[in-house]
């Protein structure tokens, strides 16, 4: 089965904001393929503001999370497999949820953005190309 974690992230970060509070998102940042500051890690954890006044680019999806934001006034691409990620909730309360163990596929996570395919032929010959 897929892993529900990547739902209930969606859920409570969007919980989180409708209540217009500031989401947080608390990562394990020892976790193969985690890409966060590291001079900002504690413990083996990060927390990140994951507002959209803080982030651009902002995508959560059943892979990871990841967006782009400034770190010291450093722009930095941030990628947080779905495992990595522990909990998200409101700065202003701590109210939120915290993520229970759960178990995930054993592929590795790529944080390289995913390549478009190549074109392929049709029955014909024909070959089919994006034109900008």
Known sequence: MIPKRSYLLKAAYEWVVDNDMTPYLLVNAEL?????????????????????TAVRHLIMDQEAVSFEARFSGKPMQVYVPIKATLAVYGKE??????FPDEEFPDEPTDPSPKKEPEPQADKKGFTLRVVK
């Open 93 to 98: 309360n701590g109210d939120g949820l915290f």
């Open 32 to 52: 193969p393929n985690v890409v966060v500051p590291t001079e900002f890690i504690q413990d083996g954890q990060i927390v990140l503001n994951i507002s959209m």
